[in-house]
């Protein structure tokens, strides 16, 4: 049968292909639609799981807030170019919406949700992947929930911050998002430092100490006060806020009669192993191929 410019139109807005793809696919599939979509994302796949080992450590940081409930999301390209791209974009978008609908946070799980255009969420990553020709991941999800304010701060595509507070105001919240994107705190306060890390500081100040010379107890004094050095700079409260250094974290948020009751951080790659090029040796592997 004659294959249409409309069909291969259709085709393509469903599944992502190129329009060469669609005409063929069609053209074996004799017109059938629905076969022919079957085939793409069969395709599809297929060069999704040849990209699957390739490293994706760029992408985009996404936040969506319902009420008292809101979504930090993490979507990985393999290129800053293709993070950029708007199919790119909208994709991280309606992950994050079906994230935020359904509660659904852990990747494998979210794979398998309707996207709500008759898709689910893996099958629109494959043929994302086939129309940008990069790996892409749905990495991770986190939602936090609260019955106060709820703060979101988002420094471009690259770092997004959640907080929410008992008490206080949604400026107040949103103030604190802002610090924690920029300043990164571990954890909230002195008793959400894991007692193996305060172990290991403490270990490590106390032989700087007695390296010192110093006598016990005014080795003892020091090791106190560079401990509560340490968890002044990786506790929210202990912090100087980022928009007037001269106050602490905690004095803001007493002045306020409010406290942090969670909050959450991401930034696009973080802890992600990437390739380091070496120019150099690559240039060299070209001459040596070229010779």
Known sequence: MSISASMVKELRERTGAGMMECKKALVEANGDMEAAAEELRKSG???????????????????????????????????DFVAKDENFAGFTDAVAAVALRTGTTDAAALSGEDLGDGRTVEQARTDLITKVGENISVRRA????????????????R?????????????????????????????VDESGVPAETLERERRIFTE?????????????????????KFLKEITLVGQPFVKDPDTSVGKLLKGAGASVTAFVRYEVGEGIEKKADNFVEEVMAQVKGAS
């Open 45 to 79: 796949q297929a060069k999704a799981d040849k990209k699957a080992g390739r490293v994706a450590a760029d992408g985009r940081i996404v936040i969506q807030q319902d009420g008292a409930r809101a979504v930090v999301l993490e979507v990985n390209s393999e290129t």
């Open 142 to 157: 986190a939602i936090v929930e609260s019955n106060g304010p709820i703060g979101t701060y988002t420094h471009g595509t």
């Open 159 to 187: 770092i997004g911050a959640i907080v929410a507070l008992e008490g206080g105001d949604e400026e107040l919240a949103r103030d604190i998002a802002m610090h924690v994107a920029a300043i990164n705190p571990v954890c």
């Open 208 to 228: 700087q100490a007695l390296e010192s010379g110093k006598p016990a107890d005014i080795a003892e004094k020091m090791v106190t006060g560079r401990v509560a």
